[in-house]
């Protein structure tokens, strides 16, 4: 039988801290269902997914290099 891992959120929260840059954006009220829905009907993506690929073709950044730590997977 398999055993189920379990990871609590101060385990998240400590790797995502370790790994990841925060980046918080503010709209105008009433704008973010707007882009939610944008993100989603033009390009199929959440908005955070949205976000991350113009930043990553604005700076011109591989997918490779964009997620270094999923590499071969």
Excluded: C
């Excluded at 400590?14 to 009220?29: C, F, G, I, Q, S």
């Excluded at 976000?51 to 290099?65: A, F, H, P, Q, Y």
């Amino acid at each position: 039988m398999t055993r189920k891992t379990y990871t609590s959120p101060q385990v998240k929260a400590r790797w995502n801290k370790k790994n990841y840059d925060r980046l918080a954006v503010l709209l105008p009220k009433g704008l973010k269902d707007e882009f939610k829905e944008f993100a989603w009907e033009e390009y199929g993506l959440s908005m955070n997914g949205y976000i991350n690929l113009k930043i990553r073709t604005v700076l011109g950044i591989s997918e490779d290099k964009w997620h270094p730590l999923y590499k071969g997977e």
